[in-house]
């Protein structure tokens, strides 16, 4: 997570966003605490409390990571964590972007 929140800080715009989605039964009040703990200041919380996420984009496992491109189609997937704001990943991600805006 502290990693998704540079990346944001780094690539966050008009253009771009992180969405982390939480599917914490407790909501906010579960999901805050835990946000100020690890020093998220970047990321907007998103709930999904009804649950309905992981199976509508057949995520089985956690943490998994969808980047979704402008049209809001499936550009990539990512089962388990990774290091997002680091450059390499950074390159992955705007070579998947420019490639789905010339498709």
């Given at each position: 997570m502290p990693s998704l929140d540079r990346l944001q800080s780094l690539k966050g715009g008009t253009d771009f966003e992180v969405v982390a989605l939480s599917i914490d039964k407790g909501?906010?009040?579960?999901?805050?605490?835990?946000?100020?703990?690890?020093?998220?200041?970047?990321?907007?919380?998103?709930?999904?409390?009804?649950?309905?996420?992981?199976?509508?984009?057949?995520?089985?496992?956690?943490?998994?990571?969808?980047?979704?491109?402008?049209?809001?189609?499936?550009?990539?997937?990512?089962a388990g964590p990774k290091e997002w704001d680091e450059s390499e990943t950074i390159e992955e991600i705007e070579a998947l972007l420019t490639r789905a805006d010339r498709d």
């Open positions: 909501g906010a009040e579960q999901v805050r605490p835990f946000f100020d703990e690890i020093g998220i200041k970047r990321l907007e919380m998103f709930l999904d409390k009804p649950g309905v996420s992981m199976q509508a984009l057949k995520i089985v496992g956690l943490p998994t990571t969808l980047l979704i491109g402008k049209d809001g189609r499936e550009l990539a997937r990512w």
